[in-house]
Protein backbone atom coordinates (compact mmCIF):
# COMPACT_ATOMS: atom_id res chain seq x y z
CA UNK A 1 0.00 0.00 0.00
CA UNK A 2 0.62 3.66 -0.61
CA UNK A 3 -0.04 7.26 -0.21
CA UNK A 4 1.20 9.15 -3.49
CA UNK A 5 1.09 12.99 -3.02
CA UNK A 6 0.48 14.97 -5.89
CA UNK A 7 0.47 19.01 -6.82
CA UNK A 8 -1.65 19.65 -9.73
CA UNK A 9 -3.68 22.31 -11.36
CA UNK A 10 -5.90 19.09 -13.01
CA UNK A 11 -7.14 16.08 -10.25
CA UNK A 12 -8.87 14.48 -12.70
CA UNK A 13 -5.53 14.42 -15.14
CA UNK A 14 -3.47 12.92 -12.35
CA UNK A 15 -5.44 10.50 -11.23
CA UNK A 16 -6.06 9.13 -14.55
CA UNK A 17 -2.10 9.19 -15.23
CA UNK A 18 -1.62 7.36 -12.10
CA UNK A 19 -4.47 5.23 -12.83
CA UNK A 20 -2.61 3.95 -15.78
CA UNK A 21 0.94 3.50 -14.94
CA UNK A 22 -0.79 1.63 -12.13
CA UNK A 23 -2.83 -0.30 -13.95
CA UNK A 24 -0.18 -1.21 -16.32
CA UNK A 25 1.79 -2.53 -13.63
CA UNK A 26 -0.48 -4.60 -12.28
CA UNK A 27 -1.75 -2.35 -9.44
CA UNK A 28 -5.25 -0.26 -8.70
CA UNK A 29 -5.89 3.43 -7.34
CA UNK A 30 -7.96 3.78 -4.18
CA UNK A 31 -9.86 5.85 -3.49
CA UNK A 32 -8.69 9.29 -1.53
CA UNK A 33 -7.85 8.60 1.92
CA UNK A 34 -8.05 4.57 1.71
CA UNK A 35 -4.76 4.25 2.45
CA UNK A 36 -4.30 6.87 5.22
CA UNK A 37 -5.53 4.14 8.26
CA UNK A 38 -2.30 2.25 7.60
CA UNK A 39 -0.25 5.48 8.18
CA UNK A 40 1.13 7.84 11.14
CA UNK A 41 1.63 11.74 9.68
CA UNK A 42 4.59 13.16 11.20
CA UNK A 43 6.84 16.15 11.25
CA UNK A 44 10.41 14.88 10.29
CA UNK A 45 13.45 16.72 11.00
CA UNK A 46 17.17 15.64 10.34
CA UNK A 47 20.00 17.43 12.39
CA UNK A 48 23.10 16.07 11.26
CA UNK A 49 24.84 14.62 14.15
CA UNK A 50 28.16 17.24 14.37
CA UNK A 51 25.85 19.81 14.55
CA UNK A 52 24.49 19.10 18.03
CA UNK A 53 25.41 16.34 20.78
CA UNK A 54 23.12 13.67 21.43
CA UNK A 55 21.95 14.83 24.84
CA UNK A 56 21.84 18.33 23.79
CA UNK A 57 19.63 17.07 20.76
CA UNK A 58 17.77 14.99 22.73
CA UNK A 59 16.95 17.45 25.62
CA UNK A 60 16.43 20.63 22.98
CA UNK A 61 13.74 18.34 21.26
CA UNK A 62 11.54 16.85 24.13
CA UNK A 63 11.79 20.17 25.97
CA UNK A 64 9.71 21.73 22.37
CA UNK A 65 7.71 19.01 22.41
CA UNK A 66 8.58 16.52 20.28
CA UNK A 67 7.30 13.04 20.12
CA UNK A 68 10.47 11.38 20.07
CA UNK A 69 14.13 11.84 19.02
CA UNK A 70 16.32 9.06 17.62
CA UNK A 71 20.27 9.17 16.27
CA UNK A 72 20.64 6.82 13.25
CA UNK A 73 23.17 6.84 10.79
CA UNK A 74 25.01 9.81 11.92
CA UNK A 75 21.99 12.30 12.15
CA UNK A 76 19.29 13.03 14.71
CA UNK A 77 15.96 12.87 13.68
CA UNK A 78 13.47 14.65 15.67
CA UNK A 79 9.69 13.36 15.13
CA UNK A 80 6.38 15.64 15.88
CA UNK A 81 2.86 15.69 15.32
CA UNK A 82 1.75 17.05 12.41
CA UNK A 83 0.33 19.83 14.52
CA UNK A 84 3.19 20.76 16.10
CA UNK A 85 6.04 20.41 13.49
CA UNK A 86 6.86 24.36 12.71
CA UNK A 87 6.29 25.36 16.82
CA UNK A 88 9.08 22.26 17.33
CA UNK A 89 11.03 23.37 14.24
CA UNK A 90 11.39 26.95 14.67
CA UNK A 91 12.33 26.20 18.60
CA UNK A 92 14.76 23.85 17.34
CA UNK A 93 15.96 26.76 14.71
CA UNK A 94 17.07 29.09 17.86
CA UNK A 95 19.82 26.70 18.55
CA UNK A 96 20.64 24.75 15.33
CA UNK A 97 21.61 27.11 12.18
CA UNK A 98 20.39 24.38 9.34
CA UNK A 99 18.45 21.09 9.15
CA UNK A 100 19.88 18.41 6.61
CA UNK A 101 16.08 17.73 5.82
CA UNK A 102 12.66 18.80 7.14
CA UNK A 103 9.30 17.80 6.42
CA UNK A 104 5.94 16.27 7.01
CA UNK A 105 5.53 12.80 5.93
CA UNK A 106 3.55 10.22 6.06
CA UNK A 107 4.96 6.39 8.13
CA UNK A 108 3.88 3.50 7.71
CA UNK A 109 2.70 1.42 11.06
CA UNK A 110 2.97 -2.19 10.06
CA UNK A 111 5.06 -2.80 7.33
CA UNK A 112 4.76 -5.80 4.60
CA UNK A 113 7.40 -7.85 3.74
CA UNK A 114 8.36 -7.83 -0.13
CA UNK A 115 10.33 -11.30 -1.54
CA UNK A 116 12.62 -10.55 -4.31
CA UNK A 117 10.28 -10.54 -7.54
CA UNK A 118 7.80 -8.40 -5.55
CA UNK A 119 10.27 -5.93 -4.24
CA UNK A 120 11.32 -5.94 -8.66
CA UNK A 121 7.84 -5.15 -9.27
CA UNK A 122 7.32 -2.43 -6.48
CA UNK A 123 10.47 -0.34 -7.54
CA UNK A 124 9.41 -0.40 -11.21
CA UNK A 125 6.08 0.48 -9.99
CA UNK A 126 7.69 3.55 -8.03
CA UNK A 127 10.10 4.05 -10.52
CA UNK A 128 7.12 4.81 -13.19
CA UNK A 129 5.02 6.82 -10.68
CA UNK A 130 8.06 8.97 -9.87
CA UNK A 131 8.13 10.39 -13.90
CA UNK A 132 4.87 11.65 -13.18
CA UNK A 133 5.13 15.36 -13.32
CA UNK A 134 2.18 15.69 -10.59
CA UNK A 135 3.42 13.26 -8.15
CA UNK A 136 5.70 15.40 -5.31
CA UNK A 137 6.20 11.96 -3.05
CA UNK A 138 5.39 8.62 -2.32
CA UNK A 139 4.97 6.91 0.90
CA UNK A 140 4.89 2.96 1.08
CA UNK A 141 4.46 0.45 3.84
CA UNK A 142 6.52 -2.30 2.00
CA UNK A 143 9.95 -3.65 3.32
CA UNK A 144 12.01 -4.59 -0.26
CA UNK A 145 14.35 -7.19 -0.35
CA UNK A 146 17.02 -6.17 -2.85
CA UNK A 147 19.90 -8.72 -3.54
Known sequence: MSIIETLTDNKNRSASNIRTVLQKKGGRLGETGSTTHMFNNYG???IERKKISDEEAFEVAINSGA????TING???VITEKEDFYKIKT?????IDSFKYSAIEWRAINYLNLDKE???KMIEILNSL????????IFT????KIE
Open 44 to 46: IIH
Open 67 to 70: KDCL
Open 75 to 77: IHE
Open 91 to 95: NLEKR
Open 118 to 120: QSK
Open 130 to 137: EELDDVQN
Open 141 to 144: NTKL
